[in-house]
Antibody
Framework: QVQLQESGPGLVKPSETLSLTCTVS?????????WGWIRQPPGKGLEWIAS???????YYNPSLKSRVTISIDTSKKQFSLNLRSVTAADTAVFYC????????????WGQGTLVTVSS | EIVLTQSPGTLSLSPGERATLSCRASQSVSSNFLAWYQQKPGQAPRLLIYGASSRATGIPDKFSGSGSGTDFTLTISRLEPEDFAVYYCHQYGSSPQTFGQGTKLEIK
């Protein structure tokens, strides 16, 4: 059974970089799946941020593309998100996801981690 | 980007009733790559339906999806207390992937 666990600081200062890592267990990270990040501001809806295929091909939401980098480390079974120049509007629960096999549809989700941007 | 509009915003029904949730896309969803998720407070979303009408593993058949192109529907027959939650539609056929704003299904 695949498990995804987000980790990273719960508090980030404005203008700094938000860095999160998702550790994967119970699944290969090396074939057939898209790995992604989705966020949800408190009390609001869901926003897709980015996806990465095991080969390293990346897909970004244009609204965030200038500030976001997604990367994957297959040896550690981890993938990561960096979001630069954060503001209070970036405060959200961040979820890491695994897709259905050979599809970019998010299927498995981590429990989510709340990141607050505040000085 | 494709904008997904869900209706109604809130749906008030009683256990045992049938729920019909709508999702309309601003343009045709490629290959009907449209999914539905259920989210309960404090939990991550759970995939119910993908490809407009295919149930995800372990999802009971009281959940059904239909539609194509720009109009999609999630139907929940025989509502049970655990079905009251927020439901999101999601298109993953075009980048960027987008979500609807959600429909809150509440107990009447």
């Amino acid at each position: 059974q695949v498990q995804l666990q987000e980790s990273g600081p719960g508090l980030v200062k404005p203008s700094e970089t938000l860095s999160l890592t998702c550790t994967v267990s119970g699944s290969s990270i090396s074939s057939g799946y898209y790995w992604g990040w989705i966020r949800q501001p408190p009390g609001k809806g869901l926003e897709w941020i980015a996806s990465i295929y095991h080969s390293g091909i990346t897909y970004y939401n244009p609204s965030l593309k200038s500030r976001v980098t997604i990367s994957i480390d297959t040896s550690k079974k981890q993938f990561s998100l960096n979001l630069r120049s954060v503001t209070a509007a970036d405060t959200a629960v961040f979820y890491c996801t695994r897709s259905l096999f050979s599809s970019d549809c998010p299927y498995n989700w981590g429990q989510g981690t709340l990141v607050t941007v505040s000085s | 980007e494709i904008v997904l509009t869900q209706s109604p915003g809130t749906l008030s029904l009683s256990p045992g009733e049938r729920a019909t949730l709508s999702c309309r896309a601003s343009q045709s969803v490629s290959s009907n790559f449209l999914a539905w998720y259920q989210q309960k407070p404090g939990q991550a979303p759970r995939l119910l339906i993908y490809g407009a009408s295919s149930r995800a593993t372990g999802i009971p058949d009281k959940f059904s999806g239909s539609g194509s192109g720009t109009d999609f529907t999630l139907t929940i027959s025989r509502l049970e207390p655990e079905d009251f939650a927020v439901y999101y539609c999601h298109q993953y056929g075009s980048s960027p992937q987008t979500f609807g704003q959600g429909t809150k299904l509440e107990i009447k």
